[in-house]
């Protein structure tokens, strides 16, 4: 059986905290090591911008795979760096690696990929920019749209967790208690978080506060 050291990656402190964004690549990972019967030996998290080049966590992650003879994998490419050098560095240190989005990537495939990525990100970067420039042109005072973009999220948020509110009604009353169990079950029955993922304990946990069945029970 192949061993596995994974890695993670999420951009800011809140993620990181939160568990937002882990948990989708947590699943990924998952399911790729079921269909390869692979083995995980370790996972490895870091709250990095995928800009930065020192990463420790991903050093010592990289360390790890040469110490078991494992390879590493990631979620998404993009989950190392958006860099054409980062991604050809880590290639040339003669480490294994595999990114399940696309697992049958050879390396010309790889540095095109991640030439694209990095293309992409100075495209995002540079509209950015203009429509912030042009916002303030208009004399729009910047930042001043975050509370109302907070509650819409909020809002929209609370409106899908409202469909489940009938089978996660159900799912307790059979019984089921803890955080885990209840996505397991959600999982079962087919049913999927708004960014389209499998349950995990953080979404979860977020489903039974806004359904407030975390205090009640429903």
């Given at each position: 059986?192949?061993?596995?050291?994974?890695?993670?990656?999420?951009?800011?402190?809140?993620?990181?905290?939160?568990g937002l964004g882990l948990e989708a690549q947590r699943e990924h990972v998952r399911a790729y090591?079921?269909?390869?019967?692979?083995?995980?030996?370790?996972?490895?998290?870091?709250?990095?911008?995928?800009?930065?080049?020192?990463r420790p966590i991903l050093v010592k992650s990289i360390a790890r795979c040469r110490q078991l003879r494992a390879t590493l994998v990631i979620a998404?490419?993009?989950?190392?760096?958006?860099?054409v050098a980062f991604i050809s560095s880590l290639m040339?240190?003669?480490?294994?690696?595999?990114?399940?989005?696309?697992?049958?990537?050879?390396?010309?495939?790889?540095?095109?990929?991640?030439?694209?990525?990095?293309?992409?990100?100075?495209?995002?970067s540079a509209r950015?920019?203009?429509a912030l420039a042009a916002a303030k042109a208009r004399g729009v005072v910047l930042g001043s749209n975050g509370n109302v973009l907070a509650t819409r999220h909020k809002e929209?948020?609370?409106r899908y967790a409202e469909k489940f509110r009938g089978q996660v009604s159900e799912i307790l009353s059979n019984g089921v208690l803890t955080v885990r169990d209840v996505a397991t079950e959600l999982n079962k029955c087919g049913l999927r978080t708004r960014?389209?993922?499998?349950?995990?304990?953080?979404?979860?946990?977020?489903?039974?506060?806004?359904?407030?069945?975390?205090?009640?029970?429903?």
């Open positions: 059986m192949t061993k596995f050291v994974s890695y993670l990656r999420v951009s800011t402190t809140r993620q990181g905290v939160s090591l079921a269909q390869c019967s692979g083995e995980l030996a370790e996972e490895f998290i870091e709250v990095e911008s995928g800009t930065a080049k020192d998404k490419l993009d989950r190392l760096a958006r860099s040339e240190s003669g480490t294994e690696f595999v990114a399940v989005d696309v697992p049958f990537a050879n390396k010309l495939m790889l540095h095109l990929m991640a030439a694209f990525a990095e293309h992409e990100r100075g495209e995002i950015t920019r203009a929209e948020a609370q960014q389209n993922t499998l349950w995990g304990p953080s979404t979860t946990s977020r489903l039974l506060s806004r359904l407030g069945a975390q205090k009640s029970g429903l």
